[in-house]
């Protein structure tokens, strides 16, 4: 079984600031980790991903995310932030053999930019 | 593509009614998932289908919830008997065999008074 943690609930930042989101995750399996956005009232989208390969893992809107596996984190990060980031991100894991690729999500982080 | 359909987008219906809630996947995925999302619990998978048999129901909360899909491209969730703590939004996804990326439908935010 895996399990997700994102630490912080909200940040806030202002525009034009970067801005780090941090993940980190338990299991007892190789992994696959993604991160999601959620803009207000709709459905989740695929920031980034990562399989395997290079563990810094360069996703769509500037977003990236490095992958440690000796600290078991997967932090996302983007060096300026624009008010349209205004959304709630989501770090989910899935074991790399787990039939069907079950996702299990962390809590979220709610991302407000202020102008 | 159209991506996830799901509807209704909102439902506020009675404790104790009958809630039907559907969707669509993407043409030619294989795999479904039905999520539900609260500010207590965050996003919980419910059950997921895989080339339309259900795989894992674990994540149902009760014998209240069913889900169905009866062909490729149709999945239902029902609650019957609806309760106010059913209140969230129900996320539909789906995913193609061999790939790693879930495609979210826009979900339906469910009120039950």
């Known amino acids: 079984a895996q399990s997700v943690t994102q630490l912080d609930s909200q940040v806030p930042v202002f525009e034009e600031a970067p801005v780090e989101l941090r993940c980190n995750y338990s299991?007892?399996?190789?992994?696959?980790l993604f991160w999601y956005v959620q803009y207000p009232n709709q459905g989740l989208q695929l920031l980034l991903k990562?399989?395997?390969?290079?563990?810094l893992v360069k996703g769509i809107n500037g977003f990236e995310a490095e992958f440690n596996k000796s600290q078991t984190s997967f932090h996302l990060r983007k060096p300026s932030v624009h008010i349209s980031d205004t959304a709630e991100y989501f770090c989910?894991?899935?074991?790399?053999?787990?039939?069907?690729?079950?996702?299990?999500f962390g809590g979220g982080t709610r991302v407000l930019v202020k102008p | 593509d159209a991506g996830v359909i799901q509807s209704p987008r909102h439902e506020v219906t009675e404790m104790g009614q009958e809630v039907t809630l559907r969707c669509k996947p993407i043409s030619g995925h294989n795999s479904l998932f039905w999520y539900r999302q609260t500010m207590m619990r965050g996003l919980e998978l419910l059950i997921y289908?895989?080339?339309?048999?259900?795989?894992?129901d674990s994540g149902m909360p009760e014998d209240r919830f069913s889900a169905k899909m009866p062909n490729a491209s149709f999945s239902t969730l029902k609650i019957q008997p609806s309760e106010p703590r059913d209140s969230a939004v129900y996320f539909c996804?789906?995913?193609?065999?061999?790939?790693?990326?879930?495609?979210f439908g826009p979900g339906t935010r469910l009120t039950v008074l």
């Open positions: 996804a789906s995913r193609r065999t061999g790939e790693n990326e879930q495609f």
């Open positions: 990562y399989l395997s390969g290079s563990t």
């Open positions: 289908f895989n080339n339309n048999v259900p795989i894992d």
């Open positions: 299991s007892s399996v190789s992994v696959y």
């Open positions: 989910a894991v899935a074991g790399e053999k787990a039939a069907g690729n079950k996702l299990t």
